[in-house]
């Protein structure tokens, strides 16, 4: 144990130094009056189709030059496409009015937009790293991310394009401890304005008339920008505000009204509830246990010393078979293997983000995080797999290190790369081109492989030690079961418990993933996780006693496949998740989800079921040694 925590340590450190998880503009900045602020153009999303697009596959206004502005593999992966924008911000200097650009619009062009703003996308900003927001609710201060596109009617006859963003920055001033200005919230407020042309396109002090001005924001204007399907073209003026507001949110404090953006009173006691639930369930499950095993043992005990003729019973009656090795053994091994890697690599990202590493500030960090750690943790996969095909006595270890190193990671790749052919056929955001497709690949080929073979070497040069009862030549037949100890009904029944554990957890990250909102409660979802992994371990304890007792010794597959089922309960929730809080209309999106629903479920799949093997495994190494058997 010390050896792997060692390990463990300086994988750490490698993983750290090799991808780094903070990111450059996560500390404090100070602007000077008159310095630049850069607005910087992210992805489009909605909820509808669950594809982004980019800011400038739209016609709005283009600087001269488009550059990239994404710093990390996390970003790419989370389909973000952040690049510079047109708009011109400087410190403290207020802009009543700016025209922007303005142009024709083509026939194509209208159609394209009308398209987004009936798919309801919403455009992404980012100012000093701080989402644009619009408010839903002053008095409660509620916001949404975002400003949609443009509106449509509720007859769906009208579509108007919001081409004026008033733009309120706040920031917070404080001598004593620093010099200049903290941006501490970006607030737009989109409209859409039929603006007339009274004004001199070569001053760039000139505007419409019709523009409303942050000192008179509620002067009546035209009529709003129409978008006609049949038309031929529109003439668009796109034109913005800015004001400089002053505020006493300190800079620590600025995410609140972003993170705010979900449920947190309900997601609070709701989780609360949960946990007492099933905190309660698992102290009940094992006192049963502790009493009823306590029983056994001393019965036993007492027949070994009182020599009768009454014959044995229960699980000590399978002692020579109960360490039999199982069928199929090595896929057991490998998908053991699997398992601890997803384990480890959860356990320690949540960890990070605990410590507040992977806070929603630090942008594409949390995805990076996982995929990093996810390939060095193949050094696990390989060890436990290594070593647990070998107490299976198992010769072919260079096949098992194959299907360890290839086959649940060659699933998630396989589908990864066909998802994103999908997208990329749509010409979303979302799609990662080849770069980030060669670095995956060189993540798992120069990186997860190795470390598998690596931790498959020394798996299989670990001594192991032998069982604590012998195993019979001839495997005894297994007696007729009852139907509640089948193996179908036990394992449908055993993964109810651990599914309870995370459902309502499930629920907020699904709505985070899904419906673009962050996701902050890192502390209860590391609370959630332990008790998950208490669940695991103590149902299929019980599950495993139960079947001992019924003098059925194949515990060894079951005990996977107990703990396990709880990712069958959560791929069902994420069913009934898209049909009653989606609402996905596309096929590519429904592609899409199923698609990285399913491999989140077999991963949940992989980490449970190895919680449960493992919990069986000890708890039948313990109780066999207790017992004298011939």
């Not at 970006?186 to 004004?199: L, P």
Request: hydrophobic share 45%; net charge neutral.
């Amino acid at each position: 144990m010390k050896r792997i925590v060692g390990v463990l340590v300086v994988v750490l450190c490698l993983c750290y130094a090799v991808s780094g998880w903070y990111l450059p503009g996560v500390a404090p900045k100070e602007f000077a009056v008159g310095e630049v602020v850069d607005l910087k153009v992210n992805k489009m999303t909605s909820v509808h189709t669950q594809l982004p697009y980019g800011y400038y596959s739209l016609p709005y206004c283009k600087p001269k030059t488009i550059e990239d502005a994404r710093e990390n593999l996390g970003e790419h992966l989370a389909g973000d496409l952040i690049e510079n924008s047109a708009y011109i911000l400087t410190m403290m200097d207020e802009v009543p009015c700016a025209v922007l650009c303005d142009f024709n619009l083509t026939r194509e062009e209208i159609n394209l937009f009308r398209k987004r703003i009936q798919q309801e996308y919403r455009v992404h900003w980012i100012v000093d790293n701080l989402p644009s927001a619009t408010i839903t609710d002053p008095d409660l201060e509620l916001y949404e991310a975002g400003f949609p596109v443009g509106e449509i009617t509720e007859d769906k006859q009208l579509y108007f394009l919001n081409n004026h963003i008033a733009i309120t920055i706040y920031y917070h001033q404080d001598p004593k401890l620093y010099t200049g200005y903290r941006i501490v919230r970006f607030v737009v407020k989109a409209s859409s304005i039929a603006h007339s042309e009274d004004y001199n396109r070569d001053d760039v002090t000139s505007y419409p008339k019709t523009c409303p001005t942050p000192k008179s924001p509620d002067t009546p204007h035209p009529a709003p920008l129409v978008l006609s399907e049949n038309s031929n073209g529109t003439r668009v003026i796109f034109t913005y505000s800015v004001q400089w507001s002053a505020s006493d949110i300190a800079w620590s404090s600025r995410w609140d009204v972003y993170l705010k953006m979900t449920n947190g009173q309900v997601h609070w006691f709701s989780i609360v509830n949960s946990l007492m639930i099933v905190l309660f369930l698992s102290t009940l499950v094992a006192v049963i246990m502790t009493k009823i095993l306590r029983r056994d043992i001393n019965r036993y005990k007492e027949l070994e010393m009182t020599p009768t003729d009454a014959e044995e019973t229960g699980w000590k009656l399978v002692h020579g078979d109960v360490f039999r090795p199982p069928a199929n053994s090595m896929l057991l091994s490998v998908s053991v293997g699997a398992g601890i890697q997803t384990l480890i690599m959860v356990f320690i990202t949540i960890i990070f983000a605990v410590l507040g590493f992977l806070s929603p500030a630090n942008r594409g960090a949390l995805m990076k995080t996982m995929v990093v750690l996810f390939a060095f943790m193949g050094l696990f996969a390989g060890y436990f797999a290594g070593k647990l095909y070998k107490t299976f006595k198992g010769k072919a270890w260079k096949k098992l290190t194959l299907l360890t190193a290839f086959l649940y990671p060659g699933i998630d790749f396989v589908i990864f790369f066909t998802l994103n052919a999908l997208v990329k056929g749509q010409k979303s955001s979302g799609a990662v081109d080849w770069s980030v497709l060669l670095t995956l690949a060189a993540l798992w080929g120069g990186i997860s492989v190795p470390l598998t073979f690596l931790g498959a070497f020394v798996g299989f040069q670990q001594v192991i030690p032998d069982p604590p009862v012998k195993v019979h030549q001839i495997p005894r037949q297994v007696p007729e079961q009852v139907w509640y100890l089948k193996s179908t009904f036990s394992i449908l029944m055993g993964g109810i418990l651990p599914f309870g554990a995370i459902f309502i957890e499930l629920f907020f990250i699904l709505t985070s993933i899904w419906q673009h909102q962050f996701y902050y409660m890192f502390g209860f979802l590391f609370i959630v996780f332990i008790i998950l992994f208490i669940t695991c371990a103590e149902i299929t304890v019980v599950m495993c006693y139960f079947q001992l007792c019924a003098e059925d010794y194949d515990w060894w597959w079951r005990s996977f496949l107990t703990a396990g089922a709880s990712a069958l309960y959560v791929f069902l929730y994420s069913v009934f998740y898209y049909f009653t809080k989606l609402q996905i209309y596309s096929v590519v999106s429904t592609l899409l989800y199923f698609g990285y629903t399913f491999i989140m479920s077999l991963h949940f799949f992989l980490l449970t079921g190895s919680i449960g093997f493992y919990a069986c495994y000890y708890f039948v190494s313990i109780i066999y040694k207790y017992i004298k058997a011939d």
